[in-house]
Nanobody, 124 residues
């Protein structure tokens, strides 16, 4: 069983940066695909970025060039560096893990395990 815990959310001004982190206890993430998803009020959960089991990285078009995902097998963490944040990035951000190996991995169907989420608010 993979238990995921997100941290790093908060309030940031437009144009600012935040770094989200996801840690896990129990099984190692070495054999899992991992991803970040987000859900804004009144909208469906959507994929932001993911690293597949094979190690390939995918980004949603809306965050390409601004967000960077990193998977750190040595300490079982996944981070999401978010730069040039916009008000439309405001959402609850979730970390997730995939045991099957989907590619691309940006669909919510691809993930088996989910964290509780961390809120990111971009506002002046």
């Amino acid at each position: 069983q993979v238990q995921l815990v997100e941290s790093g959310g908060g309030l940031v001004q437009p144009g600012g940066s935040l770094r989200l982190s996801c840690s896990t206890s129990g099984e190692t993430l070495n054999y899992y695909g991992v991803g970040w998803f987000r859900q804004a009020p009144g909208r469906e959960r959507e994929g932001v970025s993911c690293v597949s089991q094979a190690g390939r990285i995918f980004y949603a078009d809306s965050v390409k060039g601004r967000f960077t995902i990193s998977k750190h097998n040595a300490n079982n963490t996944v981070s999401l560096q978010m730069n040039s944040l916009k008000p439309e990035d405001t959402a609850v951000y979730y970390c997730a893990a995939d045991s099957v190996g989907f590619e691309p991995c940006l669909g919510t169907y691809a993930m088996d395990y989910w964290g509780e989420g961390t809120l990111v608010t971009v506002s002046s």
